[in-house]
C-alpha cells in the first residue's frame, strides 16, 4: 500500500508544470518528502520549482513569507496562463547561499524558456 500510494511512484504522469512548497517545519508533509517529489521530478525532467520558507509549518505564518508566496505564485500563473515574461527564480533559481539575499522576482526578458 505504500509504494501504491506513494506520489514519487506517480511522478512520472505529472504534465503540467507545477509549483511547490515544502517547509521546514511541516510536520504533516515532512521536507525530506517534498524534497523527494521535487527531486523526483526534476530528474524524470519535469518542469517543477520548490519553494521553501524556513520559518514555515504546514502554512507560512510570517507575513513576509506569505507575501513572498502570493508574489510567486501571481508570477508562476502569469507566465503560464497570461504568457508574461517569466521572473528569474523560475529561469536561473535563487541559490541556497543567497536566499534571503536574492529574490529572483525580476523578469527575465532574456527569452529564456523555464
Not at 4 to 25: C, E, H, Q, W, Y
Not at 59 to 86: C, T, W
Request: net charge positive; aromatic share 10%; charged share 25%.
Amino acid at each position: 500500500m505504500f509504494i501504491k500510494n506513494s506520489p514519487i511512484f506517480a511522478a512520472d504522469k505529472v504534465t503540467t508544470p507545477l509549483l511547490m512548497m515544502s517547509n521546514r517545519g511541516d510536520r504533516a508533509v515532512t521536507f525530506v518528502q517534498g524534497m523527494e517529489f521535487f527531486t523526483a521530478l526534476r530528474r524524470l525532467g519535469k518542469k517543477a520549482w520548490l519553494l521553501t520558507y524556513d520559518h514555515g509549518d504546514h502554512s507560512l505564518n510570517d507575513e513576509k513569507d506569505r507575501m513572498d508566496l502570493q508574489v510567486r505564485i501571481a508570477q508562476f500563473f502569469d507566465h503560464y496562463l497570461k504568457g508574461a515574461p517569466p521572473p528569474k527564480w523560475m529561469t536561473e533559481g535563487v541559490p541556497a547561499r543567497l536566499k534571503g539575499v536574492e529574490t529572483g522576482l525580476e523578469l527575465d526578458t532574456s527569452g529564456k524558456v523555464p
